[in-house]
């Protein structure tokens, strides 16, 4: 069998490809997507909207993670729509209506996130008992700088000042460990689940970029399983 070598940024016929070598099973564009997996478009610079790309004057890599950009290429699509992205810096950007169309054969998938993606279908594959014990360990909480990794450019409140003051962000005790800030504020700790369903509640930060945080960070590894509850909880 030929061993496929990712390059850093995949096409979607390398990916699928890739997992199918992977997992022993048939691969489509919709099955990487309906995994939470990004795709990403090559955006040249384009003096028009020189807002986007900052430094990055060659062009920069751009997201497509709006659900409903994302439901559309899920459908079967001929070409992507992209209405909002991020910039080159990371920073969530509405692009002009009706959005920047390209062809499918553009899209790109992370070589970092097709490999995680795997790690996470072995993972799920395990017995059960070892899911729900990693699980329990998981209730000391994720620190600060972790949560600003993983949820920190998905809000436009002040998340820096509001998880320093250890406020019970999304309720009294809220997404916050109980007790965890009795030393010092700095050092309290987060409940991630609590945070993702807040942010979608009160700030419609869409479940689906939520699920590709959860499944992006190791450090939300053990979280996988309280998360994936409360979702079919929700019924969402």
């Not at 795997?118 to 972790?146: M, N, W």
Request: hydrophobic residues 45%.
């Amino acid at each position: 069998m030929t061993i496929i070598e990712l390059p850093f940024r995949a096409t979607t016929e390398q990916s699928c490809a890739w997992m199918e070598q992977q997992t022993g099973t048939p691969w489509t564009l919709a099955r990487l997507l309906e995994n939470a997996l990004t795709p990403y478009v090559w955006f040249d610079y384009d003096a028009n909207h020189a807002e986007l790309f900052g430094d990055a004057n060659g062009g920069y890599a751009a997201p497509i993670f709006l659900e409903a950009d994302v439901a559309r290429l899920v459908a079967g699509s001929e070409d992507v729509l992209i209405t909002t992205t991020k910039d080159a810096y990371k920073i969530v950007a509405q692009l002009p209506a009706p959005g920047f169309r390209r062809e499918l054969h553009e899209l790109r998938f992370l070589k970092k996130e097709l490999e995680r993606l795997v790690a996470r279908l072995k993972h799920d594959a395990q017995p059960k008992p070892v899911v729900v014990e990693t699980a329990s360990e998981a209730r000391v909480g994720i620190s600060k700088d972790e949560v600003l990794a993983a949820f920190g450019t998905m809000l436009r409140i002040d998340m820096h000042k509001a998880l320093d003051d250890a406020g019970g962000i999304f309720g009294d005790e809220g997404a916050r460990i109980k007790g965890s800030a009795r030393k010092s504020k700095k050092q309290a700790m987060w409940n991630p689940v609590t945070l993702a369903l807040g942010m979608n509640d009160a700030y419609r930060v869409p479940i689906s970029q939520l699920k590709r945080a959860f499944q992006a960070h190791d450090f939300l590894y053990p979280w996988l399983g309280q998360w994936n509850e409360s979702l079919a909880l929700l019924g969402k």
